[in-house]
Nanobody, 122 residues
Framework: QVQLVESGGGLVQAGGSLRLSCAASGRTFSSYGMGWFRQAPGKERAFVAAISWTGARTLYVDSVKGRFTISRDNAKNTVYLQMNSLKPEDTAVYYC???????????????WGQGTQVTVSS
């Protein structure tokens, strides 16, 4: 069992930065692939980024490549999403998720956090 708690969301102007954190409970955190997803109002939950359990492999949706960076610290049981050059279209609730592999499909993740709101004003 893994429990995930996101933090770091907030209101930022376009062009600004935020760093999201996802703290995980459980001793097996380092064996999980981790993902970040987001859900904008009226839209389905969508993949943003993922990282393998070693951190050696990362995946990004095209719209955030070059702006967002996913990383993890297994000693701290935490995964991060550094978001730079934020745009109004990045506004959403951001969720972290844990699963057996770092993939882009939400159904492959077993555990989810409660989400943190990110709002980017123009």
């Amino acid at each position: 069992q893994v429990q995930l708690v996101e933090s770091g969301g907030g209101l930022v102007q376009a062009g600004g930065s935020l760093r999201l954190s996802c703290a995980a409970s459980g001793r097996t955190f380092s064996s999980y692939g981790m993902g970040w997803f987001r859900q904008a109002p009226g839209k389905e939950r969508a993949f943003v980024a993922a990282i393998s359990w070693t951190g050696a492999r990362t995946l990004y949706v095209d719209s955030v490549k070059g702006r967002f960076t996913i990383s993890r610290d297994n000693a701290k049981n935490t995964v991060y999403l550094q978001m730079n050059s934020l745009k109004p279209e990045d506004t959403a609730v951001y969720y972290c998720a844990a699963g057996p592999m770092a993939v882009t499909t939400s159904r492959n993740y077993d555990y989810w956090g409660q989400g943190t709101q990110v709002t980017v004003s123009s």
